[in-house]
């Protein structure tokens, strides 16, 4: 075990394990690019469904049904389908993950909306907002900590699940996991599972801190 640990830090701290186009650097912007991208699509069509089931009320046991649905789907399953159909593209690769986080923006944003009190929205109209007015002056701020924290669970899944970009023959950090189980090199295998798992926790702790300093008025 101490040998494999030893081999681990020798892999990662490694100057050339770092450089050219198959280095940690290179796979470390590609994941990250993937994940983002697919997180902004996701949001993009996501955010304004949770926001429209929340302020009208239409539609929740719906959408909340397919989004638990979505959740179910598997995505490697996702990826080999639309692999077979679209061919050797990322294609397969953006739909899966952008599929596994529109249900984590739906149901966080969708329950943001639904815990603004009745009241607060009565008291909005009384004073003469339009619903429109209503929902982008009060109901989205009051929802805001509910639907950040659905996007910061959302890409934090992404980036744990961009490891799929390899099974199709892309980059990533997953094309360390798969080509080190081809090559049966455990420690190429942990390095990458390491590497995608520090860089969830430090997405994750950005985005945290990001919500400590947007609401910590809130908090107080």
Do not use: C
Request: glycine share 10%; charged share 10%; hydrophobic share 55%.
């Amino acid at each position: 075990m101490t040998d494999l640990f030893s081999q681990l830090a020798a892999w990662l701290t490694s100057a050339g394990q770092w450089a050219g186009p198959e280095g940690i650097a290179q796979r470390l912007l590609e994941h990250v690019e993937y994940s983002l991208l697919s997180t902004l699509v996701a949001a993009l069509i996501a955010l304004p469904i949770g926001l429209f089931i929340g302020h009208t009320g239409r539609g929740a046991f719906l959408a909340i049904n397919l989004a638990g649905f979505g959740r179910a789907l598997p995505t490697v399953g996702i990826v080999t389908l639309v692999f077979l159909v679209s061919g050797l593209s990322m294609t397969p690769v953006y739909i899966s993950l952008v599929a596994l986080a529109i249900p984590a923006i739906v149901t966080n944003t969708y329950a943001g909306m639904a815990a603004v009190e009745a009241d607060t929205k009565d008291a909005a109209r009384g004073m003469g907002m339009t619903g429109l007015q209503s929902l982008w002056r009060v109901e989205i701020p009051l929802a805001a900590p509910l639907i950040m924290t659905g996007l910061r669970l959302a890409t934090v899944q992404v980036i744990a699940t961009a490891t799929i970009a390899a099974y199709v023959s892309f980059g990533g950090l997953g094309r360390y996991i798969f080509d080190g189980l081809a090559q049966r090199d455990l420690t190429q295998v942990l390095g990458g599972a390491v590497l995608v798992a520090v860089l969830a926790v430090l997405v994750d702790l950005i985005l945290a801190g990001i919500h400590r300093i947007l609401f910590r008025h809130r908090l107080t």
